[in-house]
């Protein structure tokens, strides 16, 4: 019996709905290939996310989509926010505030699903794409490496407070050993299953930030515990971005 996938398409806001729409002819052409030889079929199911369902239900992740997120087998997400949100709740008073953020319902779809990681390869699958990079083709030839984002904990779910009467707003950023411990884990995976096995290059902010000194500390223990045979190099954010422009390849991995 051919097994069928549940994909939920949620297109969003601006060319999201371009890109996602595109997408979908790609699976479905896939998809009938391989049905023809007995392959799974996927089926698609559109809902309101972002700006578009605040427009339409006041929030950006709605419960009906939300229920439909959890029951899906994947989730094709096209784009979120705009120039347009936040609103003011009220046109003609704007001490009553903004109406909420789209970029809020994607916090809260990684956060409902446990989305913590986010596997961005970067390389060029033809070598004539070089000379569309904004960087020289010398530098970016060869460069080939996955961006691996932690995507639940950190400052973007810590507490926070908007602007106040005094001018003050804050955000705080916290981090647990388990937090780090499992994207350090998919790191080590993913680096291992190369031949030969790839460099991690562990990035952090560990001369300032005490988060990051336990971030590093974690990520050390767990590779070297559980990975030994993959290298592992700390780098600091402001370096890791100046090697990036300057030779990229010196983070392949």
Partial sequence: ???????????????????????????????????RAGGARIEFEEHKFGGCAIDATGTPFPDST????????????????????????????????????????????????????????????????????????????????VVLRELVGGIYFGKRGEEDAAGKAYDTMEYSVPEVERIARLAGVLASQARPAMTIHSIDKANVLATSRLWRRVVTDVITREFPGVKLEHHLVDSASMLMVKNPRALNG
């Fill in 1 to 35: 019996m051919t097994k069928t996938f549940k994909v939920v398409v949620l297109p969003g806001d601006g060319v999201g709905p371009e890109v996602t729409a595109e997408a979908i002819k790609v699976l479905k052409a896939l998809t009938e290939v391989r049905a």
């Fill in 66 to 145: 939300r229920a439909a997120c959890e029951s899906a087998d994947a989730i094709l997400l096209g784009a979120v926010g705009g120039p347009q949100w936040p609103r003011q709740v009220d046109a003609s008073d704007a001490s009553k505030g903004v109406g909420p953020r789209p970029e809020q319902g994607l916090l809260d779809l990684r956060k409902t699903l446990d989305l913590f990681a986010n596997v961005r390869p970067m390389s060029f699958p033809a070598e004539t794409l070089t000379s569309s990079s904004p960087l020289k083709e010398d530098l970016v030839r060869g460069a080939e490496f």
